[in-house]
């Protein structure tokens, strides 16, 4: 059975990255497509938002997440953006793909993280062993 899914998709952000400290410079647009695995069960039941994930909330603190930071790799700002909704909103498992439109003769370039809350979970408990 496929799990219940809520999908932002192509949320436009403008942040720093870039592995040449000029390219980051000047923050660029990404677009960034956010799939959150969770039961819905409950929230279609009863209407209520506090049964399901506030992807209004997602929106913000993933644009939040971008203000003051930069990153070298767009591999490391999807690692990021997975960890921190994990961790704030409890999906069972979470997808982000981030599109960056920075080669010339291409559309975009891409890359795509899954994680779980039992990846969260791993890894978690290998920072305290470390």
Not at 3 to 20: A, C, K, N
């Amino acid at each position: 059975m496929m799990p219940d899914l809520i999908t932002i998709e192509d949320l436009e952000v403008r942040f720093h990255v870039g592995v040449p400290d000029e390219e980051r410079t000047e923050p660029q647009r990404l677009l960034i497509t956010i799939e959150l695995a969770h039961d819905l069960g409950a929230s279609g039941a009863t209407d209520n938002l506090t049964e399901t994930i506030d992807y209004f909330a997602v929106c913000q603190a993933v644009k939040a997440l971008g203000q003051a930071r930069s990153w070298k790799l767009i591999e490391a700002l999807a690692d990021d953006i997975c960890m921190l909704v994990l961790d704030q909103f409890s999906p069972s498992a979470v997808r982000v793909v981030i599109k960056k439109f920075i080669l010339p003769d291409t559309r975009w370039v891409s890359v795509e993280m899954m994680r779980s809350a039992k990846h969260r979970q791993d890894s978690d408990l290998s920072k305290q062993t470390k």
